[in-house]
């Protein structure tokens, strides 16, 4: 197995990153957030993760190490391969899966595409008592009192077509403006405002 890759950044794509490796290219496949730490021509060592198929051998790179196990992990679960792993970490930290997984979180499992109802249940059934607690040592239902308005608004720009950590990152930057009474619809126009500049 490939344990980590070290070499100069050749190429950045929308899902992967090329890694020349003693004048081979090594194509990775990484989340936006990995991805986001890499420059070309600039050295990078990343943890991997090789999935070995029929037809395929595949290099998934990582962050760092906890990312690395966590995407192994989250693969024990029946029903996750690593495509799902990978979109999992894409749309939340390790602490936010730990998080989701130990208090229950159904809702929040359900956020990352491909994963549903039932399938959210399976990975908290199957992980609970493996993944371990969040950073902070202990588990709390995710966002102390979630006020009901952050949800709505994050749904709807889900529906507009934005990804859910986009939404989240939206209704983080309009929470100072929600007040006592939040105008949903003001909100809305704000988050979209706040993408719009992104």
Not at 39 to 66: C, H, I, K, Q, W
Not at 95 to 115: F, N, S
Not at 140 to 147: D, G, I, L, Q, W
Not at 162 to 167: G, I, M, P, R
Request: charged share 20%.
């Amino acid at each position: 197995m490939i344990a980590f890759v070290r070499g100069r950044v050749a190429a950045v794509t929308l899902s992967s990153a090329v890694l020349e490796v003693g004048g081979v290219g090594l194509e990775l496949q990484c989340t936006p957030g990995t991805l986001a730490t890499l420059r070309s021509g600039a050295e990078a060592t990343l943890p991997t993760s090789m999935v070995v198929r029929e037809d395929s051998l595949t290099l998934f790179g990582f962050v760092d190490e906890e990312e690395k196990s966590l995407f192994e992990l989250v693969q024990t679960a029946s029903g996750v391969g690593p495509k799902l792993a990978q979109a999992m970490l894409a749309v939340l930290s390790p602490d936010g899966i730990r998080q989701a997984i130990a208090a229950d979180d159904v809702k929040t499992l359900t956020k990352v595409p491909g994963i549903g109802q039932k399938g959210a249940q399976r990975i908290i059934l199957e992980l609970k008592d493996r993944v371990g607690l969040p950073s902070g040592g202990r588990a709390t239902s995710t966002a102390p009192a979630a006020a009901p308005w952050r949800d709505q608004v994050a749904e709807a720009l889900v529906g507009l077509g934005y990804n859910a950590k986009d939404a989240d990152k939206a209704v983080e930057a309009v929470s100072d403006q929600a007040g006592d009474t939040p105008d949903i619809s003001t909100l809305l126009r704000a988050a979209l405002r706040t993408l719009s500049k992104a």
